[in-house]
C-alpha cells in the first residue's frame, strides 16, 4: 500500500489516547500580612464616589470611570422619571435599582 488506498474498516486500529484529568487548583502561596502604623490615607470626595460605584456595580462595569457613568445614566433616568411619573414611583424606581446593585455584588 502506498497511503492513498482506501482501507477497510475491518483492517483499522483504533488507538484510545487517555490523559491524568487533575481538577484540583495549584496550591496558593500565603499572601503577606503587612502592618503599619500610619493611618490610612484620606481619600477625596471624587475618590469615595468612585470607590463606591465599583462595589456596587463592579460586575457590570470593568472600570471605575464606566462605573460612575452607569451611576450618572441611573441618576438621570430616576429624574426623568420622577418628573414625568412622580415622586413616588421614582423612589420606588430607586430602591428597586438599590436592591439590584446590592444583590449583584454578593
Known sequence: MTGTESVRADDRQTLHLT?????TPPP??????????RPPPERTFGERCLLTA???LGGWAPTLRLALLLVAAGLAGLVLIGVFAGVVPAL????V???LASRRGH
Open 19 to 23: 490523559f491524568p484529568v487533575d481538577l
Open 28 to 37: 496558593m502561596p500565603p499572601t503577606p500580612v503587612v502592618v503599619s502604623d
Open 54 to 56: 465599583e462595589r456596587f
Open 92 to 95: 420606588i424606581s430607586a430602591a
Open 97 to 99: 435599582l438599590v436592591v
